[in-house]
């Protein structure tokens, strides 16, 4: 381990290339026509990376995304869809209900924040023009944005990871009936509010095709499917099939070397049945315990495998789903670690998938931010709905937002 500690360090002295702050220069290094940058107000400036790469990255998650909101609109069935997440959200009591709830749908348990962001989520695209709301707060997409430039100006990439939800990967939950020849996911929102976001030059993951791939469970395995029925995150093959192709994407960058943690040598990874019980509210409402099959990370002495390191050079944040199911190490952490050979650093809150979880960001002092090559945000697609009023968050020791007009 001695070694592998050597090999951080030695990779934390790597100094990112410099950054340029360009004060809303239209186009530059990103290779994205930009002239709506110049008028995204009252947050950071935007900057141009010297990364000649960055363009290709860029192009590429566009087609994908491209692809993927064609293939959602050809399928068809969204409306449907959206009427079946109205009716079920209005019977539990719908907007007059106040406080956490819980619907269930068949054998499914669902969340009524789920249902409220399918049913009321869109908002207005696209980016252009856009100005905080008078009491500060951000819109989904500028409160991306500014993150994305606060980190650029640290010559930190940020890569926004989207978690599709039950619904939007078993949408027959809602809609058993349905029909959806070449289906690719329901929904639409979160792939054209994606593509915005690329436009500004973010650079995001959309978990979508890779789980409607993967969504039918291997033959003999009738009930292992990506997502707990009683429980709102997924499972651990869900959680392992994400890191998969987050590192694959992580994999992109030019900074990135492979980390020296192998398979065999520092850990092992095990076929199990992975029995999980909800604890706290969940249990309250009847959550039921499930048995998981996939994989997990462990030691060569049979103990769960601790994938965390403050020192790394990757940070994951966000909500549960970072860490659930890490008890036995089959967690989205653990499973990234051991696709990259890189211990992960990692801020996470329970229910807090924005505001706490960037509260701790924020709390950060400089020497925890020594070293990041990347922040990655694995946000729950029902999170980055359009229409959400988000608090922005000032990272490095800031301490107010850029006023109206200086993020030209």
Not at 193 to 209: D, K
Not at 279 to 290: F, I, L, P, Q, T
């Amino acid at each position: 381990m001695r070694v592998a500690s050597l090999l951080i360090l030695g990779l934390l002295q790597q100094e990112p290339p410099a950054p340029v702050a360009t004060g809303g220069a239209v186009g530059g290094g990103d290779g994205v026509a930009a002239p709506f940058q110049t008028t995204l107000q009252g947050i950071h400036p935007w900057v141009e990376r010297r990364d000649p790469e960055r363009p290709a990255r860029l192009a590429e998650q566009r087609a994908a995304l491209e692809a993927q909101l064609a293939a959602a609109e050809r399928c068809g069935g969204e409306a449907e869809w959206i009427a079946a997440a109205k009716k079920l959200y209005d019977e539990w009591g719908g907007m007059e209900r106040e406080g956490p709830g819980f619907v269930t749908a068949g054998d499914w348990v669902l969340t009524a924040a789920l249902l409220d962001a399918i049913v009321w989520g869109r908002g207005p695209l696209p980016l252009e023009k856009r100005v905080p709301y008078e009491d500060g707060r951000l819109d989904v997409l500028l409160m991306i944005a500014d993150l994305d430039r606060q980190f650029a100006a640290k010559g930190i990439d940020f890569l926004v990871v989207t978690v599709p939800s039950k619904l939007s990967i078993y949408p027959e939950i809602l809609v058993p009936d349905a029909k959806h020849d070449g289906f690719a996911g329901m929904g639409t929102v979160v792939p054209r509010l994606l593509l915005e976001l690329n436009r500004e030059g973010v650079e995001t993951l959309s978990l979508t095709a890779p789980f409607v791939g993967s969504r039918d469970p291997a033959a003999g395995a009738k009930e292992d499917l990506l997502f707990l029925k009683s429980d709102p995150h997924w499972t651990v093959r869900g959680a392992e099939l994400s890191a998969r192709h987050v590192a694959e994407r992580v994999a992109k960058y030019p900074w990135f070397k492979r980390g020296p943690l192998e398979e065999g040598k520092h850990f092992k990874v095990v076929d199990e049945e992975v029995p999980y019980s909800a604890g706290g509210e969940m249990a309250s409402r009847g959550s039921r315990d499930e048995t998981m099959h996939g994989r997990v990370v462990k030691t060569r002495k049979d103990e769960p495998y601790d994938a965390l390191e403050p020192r790394s050079p990757i940070l994951v944040f966000g909500d549960s789903y970072v860490r659930v199911h890490h008890e036995r190490a089959a967690d989205f952490v653990s499973h990234l670690c051991r696709f990259t050979g890189w211990k992960i650093d990692c801020l996470f809150a329970v229910n807090g998938g924005q505001k706490q979880v960037h509260q701790k960001l924020e709390r950060r002092e400089a020497a925890q931010w020594k070293g990041k090559r990347l922040a990655i945000w694995l946000v729950p697609e029902q999170i980055v709905m359009p229409r959400s009023k988000l608090d922005p968050a000032q990272l490095f020791g800031a301490t107010t937002m850029p006023t109206i007009g200086d993020g030209k």
